[in-house]
């Protein structure tokens, strides 16, 4: 990971990958991080029953190649990365839906299992 800015436009896929441990988090913070960053605590948990649905999630960059993701309120500060093959595993990958100034609607699944 490197402080460059990544170039983003509509359509792009691109990885999400927090720049919080699990350990120096609080309990709602961390059930997000499981949902959506299940690899960096370990391996994703197999989906049982219904195919999980994309939602839309929302990011605000800073222009560095970083930013913070919002979820239910939760804000998980993220580092945003050109998805290819230098994009470290434990990365989400999102499809940009919408830019707006530094603002970005992205979407994706989430991959994990909450009650892990």
Request: zero cysteines; hydrophobic letters at 40%.
């Amino acid at each position: 990971m490197t402080g460059d800015a990544v170039d983003l436009f509509v359509g792009q896929m691109i990885g999400l990958l927090p720049k919080l441990h699990p350990d120096d988090i609080d309990d709602a913070t961390r059930r997000q991080l499981r949902l959506l960053f299940p690899r960096v605590d370990g391996e994703a948990a197999p989906v049982v029953g219904k195919a999980r649905r994309p939602r839309s999630y929302s990011v605000i960059t800073n222009g560095r190649g970083g930013g913070v993701l919002t979820v239910g309120g939760t804000e998980i500060p993220v580092a945003i990365l050109p998805l290819d093959i230098s994009t470290p595993p434990e990365a989400t990958a999102f499809r940009i839906v919408a830019i707006a100034g530094r603002a970005m609607r992205v979407r994706g699944v989430a991959e994990g299992d909450e009650f892990r």
